[in-house]
């Protein structure tokens, strides 16, 4: 339903409740054919009321700057005041405001009693520079006036048939006509004193001759005599200008092409309007009839009755200058000035841009009328929008190039296939516009966002087609300049437009992409791209392929890395790993989001975690695994498929593309294979540790930008800072696990050293480093001692300092207490007894008894050790018996007894039930329960 306030539902004026469009344009029955001004239907009375009434004429026409210098000067001249020279050349490219001019001169000489009353009369004239004469004469000649065939019957008895005998006819009627009647039945141009005698009876006279360049064209392929009648017209018309020249009150006004590309596409079209040139230019003078930016009024005033609210423009300009002016990094320069607020206001209802689109771009075309051309289009534009205005949504402040809809548009289409060739229509239908296009599926996958709710990829897509017509050197628009055509206020985000021109490069087969200066810029052609045959060899890619390509990525990232051990997707019986070790697991195995391991990697991850082949892995501790995340995984595929895809496509179709097909297919296999890198970082971003038979998972969230740094700096610093790999071993882990010396019980260095690689309910060590540095750096502190040699005799006891060439895999280095010290001389090592008195002497010591005799030896059959041990020291019989006895046929038997409580209670489900079933099953011991 209208909005009866005149507002849009953000308070933005809406356009079509502030201007009102011309009655056609109003009621629907717009004729397009009214834009095609035509001087000789004027002069005949044949022409549209618009043109051939002269007040409504004036009324619908904006009086440009350059139409009124050429009246003040046509005026003045017939007036008999010597202006500047008295032959004029109109000379603009199609819809250079030629023929408009042609007709407000008619209007003013032929009516200039009725001019003078006209209320915007004194607008375009000064008091002074108003018509004097009543009665001039005024003579019209276009390319279609005189068949160079069958010539122009004027009365019952007189066939004009050349531009001379036209020209008598009008201006001196029978009379004038009998002066060159041979001359023109023969065709051969009169000479200057057959024809000044006519112009002189005829003052004040006009004279006005358009499209003069086309007759001559048609008039070349007569032949007269030795030549043409165009040779005959070229030299007639040299006589023309210098008759009125020296004839007061007499103006010629002649209109040529701006290039011989507008000469009806002859062959012969440069030479034709090189002599007219010569003829015309020589003695006359030049006049450009509308200015650039003059467009703006000409348009506003063709296409709308009135405006209802000028305070509105000044509105919008200030709402469209605030958001240029805060996303003026977004936007080019001009857009955050001063004078561009101006431009808005001038073309209003109209984005500036759009007219320009139009005026400038497709105006570079030499078959592209400016001014005429312009209207047409806007006007089907406005009557489209203006039948659809009550379901218009959002922002309708201005008329934008977003709103432009090709498929309502006909002419617009029609146009466009004129200009550029047939083969368009395949590119609109395929790219912008229509169910089938990729702008509309596109638009359709993104229903619930901006891009679906404001049809982006089809306003995108249409604003770049329309910025690819015409012939000019720039082609299409920079990411820029699309977004300065595109934005509204209190709508859709810049950031928006970049997300649906990323989305369309992989989709629409005729826009094409270039970076230069690293700004982008988008542009459609004729000529496919090569996205259709990148998505056929796309969907020939298997997953097979894809995951190949994965881990030879992977392996070839981390080939040289020294730091940490790294195995890729290990297969069959993987060996003992003694040092920290990253894992990478095939692609088929994934982590979902929420670190939920799927069960096909969970059996993967467990079985080399813990088994080694058939038998249970002795070093448990020393394996991470890194898995893909589900999404991670199919953002890196969606990478892959098109890098290999454009593989195939160089080696197997590199002979059936062009230069630049194989260029932008050499681009897209480099940019998605750097893509791909870049992604597969982020899918192997997550960790798995194996504990106990649990899995625990950690995302990381940082990221390097290559695949070896990311698990060396990356992924180990997020490790370490979550505690699971440690640099050095802290005091409160090694109490915590028991491996602290007392003065009973040293701790064999390399006993703590393997109790970090064998158990995996520790954390692990990044390398031996980690405990070689802890043991040295808390001797030095005096934290403990450290004893080298045998137990019962320390060859050293080092005690507050380092120890030089300490390896903890070896054995012969023991963590002693630190009341444990250094033996002093001729002494034993032991805690440091108390001082005491100083001893007195005594008389000398009386022999002892000879030492009894050593016992003989006694041999154990076998020892067993049982009882109860706190869950605390658990950790010592590792140390203490197992490490102890290995090599003395050790068998162990185990009993655990575990109560419920309301902490961790025992349940038939509980996860530790489960868990600890499932280790026994492994182990092969019994699992008992007491209901």
Not at 792 to 811: M, V
Request: hydrophobic share 35%; with cysteine; charged share 20%.
């Amino acid at each position: 339903m209208e909005n009866l306030q005149g507002f849009n539902g953000n308070g933005l004026p809406a356009w079509f409740n502030v201007v009102v469009p011309q009655s056609d344009i109003r009621d629907g029955v717009l004729d397009e054919s009214i834009f095609a001004a035509n001087i000789e239907e004027v002069a005949s009375g044949t022409a549209p009321v618009v043109y051939q009434d002269i007040r409504y004429f004036f009324e619908c026409t904006y009086v440009t700057e350059g139409i009124k210098e050429l009246i003040r000067r046509v005026v003045q001249a017939l007036n008999g005041q010597e202006s500047q020279n008295r032959v004029i050349s109109l000379q603009t490219g199609f819809g250079g405001g030629k023929t408009h001019s042609l007709i407000s001169l008619y209007h003013v000489v032929k009516d200039s009693s009725t001019f003078k009353r006209l209320d915007t009369a004194s607008s375009i004239l000064e008091p002074q520079d108003m018509p004097q004469f009543d009665h001039a004469r005024v003579a019209v000649f276009t390319q279609n006036t005189v068949s160079v065939v069958d010539g122009h019957k004027v009365s019952d008895d007189i066939i004009t048939h050349t531009l001379w005998g036209e020209l008598a006819w009008q201006l001196g009627g029978p009379e004038g006509y009998e002066r060159v009647r041979n001359a023109d039945i023969q065709m051969v141009a009169p000479t200057a004193q057959d024809i000044k005698p006519i112009i002189e009876g005829a003052s004040p006279a006009l004279i006005l001759i358009d499209e003069l360049a086309d007759y001559c064209n048609r008039a070349s392929g007569k032949v007269v005599g030795s030549g043409t009648l165009f040779t005959q017209t070229n030299s007639f018309i040299q006589t023309l200008t210098e008759v009125v020249a020296s004839v007061p009150k007499t103006v010629l006004i002649c209109t040529l092409p701006a290039s011989a590309r507008e000469v009806a596409s002859s062959e012969i079209g440069q030479e034709i309007l090189s002599a007219l040139e010569t003829r015309v230019v020589r003695v006359g003078s030049s006049v450009k009839p509308v200015d650039d930016e003059e467009i703006y009024e000409v348009v506003r005033r063709r296409l709308f009755d009135r405006i209802t609210n000028y305070d509105v423009i000044e509105q919008v300009a200030r709402k469209y200058k605030d958001m240029y002016h805060n996303r003026r990094d977004s936007l080019p320069a001009e857009a955050d000035r001063v004078a561009y607020v101006e431009r808005i206001k001038k073309a209003y209802p109209f984005h500036p841009e759009l007219i320009d689109l139009f005026h400038i771009r497709w105006g570079s075309d030499s078959k592209f009328q400016r001014t005429r051309g312009v209207l047409r289009l806007l006007a089907s534009i406005v009557k489209d929008l203006w039948s659809r205005k009550s379901s218009l949504a959002g922002t309708q402040a201005l008329i934008q190039t977003s709103d432009v809809r090709l498929e309502n548009l006909p002419t617009l289409q029609s146009q466009i296939t004129s200009l550029m060739g047939s083969q368009w229509d395949s590119v609109m239908h395929a790219d912008v516009f229509g169910t089938i296009s990729n702008a509309y599926k596109l638009d359709e996958q993104n229903v619930g966002n901006h891009i679906g709710e404001y049809h982006l990829a089809t306003a995108v897509t249409t604003t770049v087609l329309m910025a690819s017509i015409g012939s000019s050197s720039q082609r299409g628009l920079t990411l820029k300049q699309l977004k300065l055509c595109l934005l509204k206020p209190d709508a859709f985000q810049h950031i928006d437009i970049d997300s649906t021109v990323n989305q369309l490069e992989n989709v629409v087969h005729y826009m094409y992409k270039s970076s230069i200066g690293g700004e982008q810029s988008f542009w459609f052609q004729s000529k496919p791209n090569i996205n259709i045959l990148v998505n056929q060899a796309k969907g020939d890619v298997k997953e097979e392929e894809v995951n190949a390509e994965i881990m030879r990525m992977v392996k070839q990232s981390v080939a040289n890395m020294g730091q940490v051990k790294v195995l890729v997707d290990p297969s069959g019986d993987v060996p003992e790993q003694k040092q920290l070790t990253f894992v990478v697991m095939h692609p088929k195995y994934t982590v979902a989001a929420g670190g939920d391991v799927s069960r096909s990697a969970q059996y993967a991850i467990k079985q080399m975690a813990q088994m080694k082949g058939s038998s249970q892995r002795v070093y448990r501790n020393t394996m991470l695994f890194l898995v893909c995340s589900e999404a991670g995984k199919a953002a890196l595929s969606m990478k892959l498929r098109e890098y290999l895809a454009c593989d195939k496509i160089m080696t197997e179709y590199s002979s059936q593309l062009d230069q630049d097909q194989r260029k932008d297919i050499a681009d897209r296999k480099r940019m998605s294979g750097d893509a791909a890198k870049e992604q597969l970082i982020h899918a192997y971003n997550t960790v798995v540790k194996c504990e106990r038979d649990t899995l625990r998972t950690q995302e990381i969230g940082t990221f390097a930008t290559d695949f070896a740094a990311q698990i060396t700096v990356k992924t180990l610093s997020e490790l370490h800072e979550n505690g699971v790999v440690l640099r050095k071993i802290g005091l409160n882990i090694i109490n915590r696990n028991g491996l602290m010396p007392t003065i009973e019980k040293p701790v064999k260095v390399n006993e703590l050293y393997e109790a970090f690689l064998r158990f995996d309910d520790k954390p692990m060590i990044l390398n031996v480093d980690a405990v070689k540095d802890t043991v040295n750096r808390y001797c030095e502190e005096g934290m403990w001692n450290v004893g080298t040699g045998d137990p019962e005799h320390f060859s050293r006891i080092y005690h507050n300092e380092t120890i030089p060439f300490l390896n903890p895999q070896e054995d012969g280095y023991w963590l002693l207490d630190s009341s444990v010290m250094p033996k002093p001389a001729g002494g034993s090592a032991g805690p440091s007894p108390e001082p005491g008195p100083t001893p007195t002497p005594g008389p000398a010591p009386t022999p002892g008894p000879e030492p009894a005799p050593t016992p003989a030896t006694k041999t154990y059959k076998r020892v067993k050790i049982s009882g109860s041990v706190p869950i605390e020291n658990y950790s010592q019989l590792f140390s203490s018996f197992v490490n102890t006895l290995k090599n003395n046929n050790l068998k162990i038997e185990v009993k655990f007894t575990a109560s419920n409580n309301a902490t961790s209670p025992l349940t038939d489900n509980a996860p530790l039930v489960k868990s600890v079933k499932e280790s026994a099953s492994q182990l092969g011991l019994n699992f008992e329960v007491e209901e």
